[in-house]
Structure formats: structure tokens, C-alpha cells
């Protein structure tokens, strides 16, 4: 979010979305259109944009960056995931779950990080999901926005 | 191109600051100044003008040399191609809106100009009413009027729209598009609204302390150009509504509203009035035509 408080200052601030902290580690453009890998730790993470090293300077290897994501695309999965459409899935442990009438929001951690994730408090049920369970985090390529 | 070198002391609230300003402005476009209060963008404008003497500098419109220190040429106001409008307005109250525009006219002037702005300013029906009549909004399209009918060169508009209400304020941006459009003029605007950059501005100029800290078109000067979202607009938080562990944020963007869903913990960063970014990935909205 971009904030002006006193009219004065501009500055981001990107509150509650999930950021993991990276670096670009493969630029595929075809038009258009180009999809990026980003390295945070031991994960790689992939985001497509409508963009290329051209039309933004900041794609390009080694570059650090953050990939941006809302809890509310991140999807999760339980058991064997292989079969799975989505490029990006992170392994972790619920940490926290809080669960309101119609949605829950499970706090996960995993090796690169925690991730936030809102889903419905009836899939929360029918995973049979509670604190420290293993769970996939999965999130779709198109839904990962970067920020350097 | 118009070009302006300017320096100039200033006294300040906490005290003495040197304005120092240097900018190319395209003509024919609308340059936006911003930045706090007291930074000296009203004495650009006033400096452009003729009404304040730069203590040194060059300032030239096209060819025509307005204001040069080295070679002691300082154009009094009246000999500068320029209408100035500012946030009160100014108006004659014993002349009707007609009565306003024909003193503004120049003898070399053909009076046909002033039906010509009474339309395009949507004046027609309020042409033979007194300024007491008019609203705020009213009475502002009729001062900003007045200025173009002399067919300024340059258009300096000093926060001209900040005193009206927001509805009042879209509807004379409008009108201001409208006649920079029709009649070519260089604008340069001095305002805060955000979303008023947004819409009107070609090029903004950022001022703090007398200097100009940020130039470029709004999206370089406001925007997070290094985030690589397609789907960016810029609004204002005018509703915060809590929801389990959820947010409701209403963004007023132009004059159309959006909610987003945002995590409780936003309600500790953002509040009423707020302005902010609401981006999203590209891929994610759909369009309709609509018939």
C-alpha cells in the first residue's frame, strides 16, 4: 500500500500480504509475457507478468526481489500434491489457525518463511486441518505479483 | 518549451530558505507543482507571473524572453502572456458572468471568444446572473473563464479548485481538460489532490524546501513503478469495515468506489483518508463492454 500521511512523505508499505524476500534466478520472456523464477532459499517461486527486460529493467538475473502475494490465492493442500497443476508449492507446518463463520486464516510455517493463508472455515473442516499439521502451500504463477 | 531558471530568498515559516528551481515545461500540457506548504511552489507561480522578481534566473516562453537577470529584461505582468487564476475567486460583484468576461478582453480582441467560452464552460444559462448567485463551483468555472478568455500563453492555477467539494472538483476537471484540449494552452497547476495529478497532469513537479526533489510523469513520481503489477490505480481509504479476522477497505478512485480485502492487521496502517495503491495482477480482472 502506498501511504501519505502528512501529504509530505510517500513510502510503501506492503501490510499483511505474504512477501518472501529473493533473488531472480531465470528470466523466460516470449512477447509480452515473461515468467520469472526467484530464488528464497532453497525454494524457487515463479511469477508471470506482462512485462520483459525491456519494458522493466529490474527483471534480470541476480537482481533481488520480492515475490508479493495476498493470503487469499494462497491454496492449500494436504497428502501428495505432485499431481498438481500450480508451479508453486511450499511445504510447512500450521502454526496458527483462526477461524471465523465463513473463512479461517492458517498461519504456516515453512523454510522460507510464514506464510498466510485465507481459505473457507468448511475446507479447514473437510481437510481435517488443526495446529501443527504438515500442509502444501500452493499458490498459481499468475498470482504472484514481484516488487524490488 | 517553456524554461525556468529561478532563484529567489524566501522567508519562511522557520525562517529564510533559497528557492531554487530548474524545469523545462512542454507547452501545450498541464504541469502539475506539489508538495507541503511553504516549499514555494505559489511563488513559482507568482515569479512566472511577474508578480515576484526571482533574485536571479532565465524564464522563457518559446522565444520570448519573460525574465532574464543577465540581461536585465523583466517583463511587467501585463506584458506576459498569462491568466492566473486562484483559490478564491476574485470576481467582479457588480458585473454579471458576461459583464466578468468582457472586462478580461483584450482591445485586440475579437468578442466572439466570449461566447465561445461560455459554451465550452457550460456558462450559457448563468451568463446574466451576479457572482452572489453562483455556488463556489460556479463562481470558480466563471474566474477560470475569465482567465482564458485573454488566451494566455500560460495558465498558472494556484489550488483554483481545493475549496469545493469533490463532486464540484471532477466537474471542473473536466472543464479544465476540456479547454487546455481546445485552446492549447500550457497549464501549470499548484495542487495536493492526488487523484487531481492523477487526472489532469502530463508532468509533475515535486517541491520541498525550495527544491525540486522528484520530476516525471504521476506514475514515476507516485507509483511503485518497480511493482510489477499491470493493475494499479491510486485512491483514497474512505470506509474501514472489520470483519472476523478480515478488512473491508472502501478506496475511492476518481469518482468511482472499490472495496478490497485486506488482513485485520491493516487497520493498525491505514486510516480514513489515507491515499494509497490498489494493485493487482493483471490477469486477475475481467472486462465487459459495455453497450
Known sequence: ?148 | MIRIEITKLLKGAQGPFTLSAQMDVNEGGITVLTGPSGAGKTSVLRMISGLMRPDAGIIMVGDDTWFHSGQKINRPPQKRAIGYVFQEYALFPNMTVRQNLKFALQKSQQPSIIDEVIEIMGLVRLQDEKPMNLSGGQKQRVALSRAIVQMPKVLLLDEPLSALDRAMRIQLQDYLHEIQRSYQMSVILVTHDISEIFKLANHVVSIQNGVIVNAGTPQEVFSDHNLAGKFQFTGEVVKLETQDFLMIITVLIGSQTIRVIGDQSEHRELKIGDHVLVASKAFNPIIRKLS
Do not use: C, Y
Request: aromatic share 4%; no cysteine.
Open chain 1, 1 to 148: 500500500m502506498l501511504i501519505s500521511n502528512s501529504r509530505k512523505r510517500w513510502f510503501f508499505i506492503f501490510t499483511a500480504v505474504n512477501r518472501l524476500q529473493g533473488v531472480i534466478s531465470q528470466v523466460q520472456t516470449d512477447g509480452h509475457l515473461t515468467i520469472l523464477k526467484v530464488q528464497v532459499k532453497d525454494q524457487i517461486l515463479s511469477s508471470i507478468l506482462i512485462d520483459s527486460p525491456v519494458t522493466n529493467p529490474i527483471l534480470k538475473i541476480g537482481a533481488p526481489i520480492a515475490a508479493i502475494f495476498k493470503e487469499t490465492e494462497v491454496i492449500i493442500g494436504r497428502g501428495d500434491v505432485s499431481n498438481i497443476s500450480l508451479r508453486n508449492k511450499i511445504k510447512g507446518r500450521v502454526d496458527q489457525i483462526e477461524s471465523g463463520q465463513l473463512l479461517a486464516r492458517l498461519s504456516i510455517q515453512t523454510n522460507i518463511g510464514v506464510i498466510n493463508s485465507v481459505i473457507t472455515a468448511q475446507a479447514v473442516k473437510n481437510l481435517n486441518i488443526s495446529v501443527g499439521d504438515e500442509v502444501w502451500a500452493m499458490i498459481k504463477t499468475n498470482e504472484v505479483m514481484v516488487s524490488q
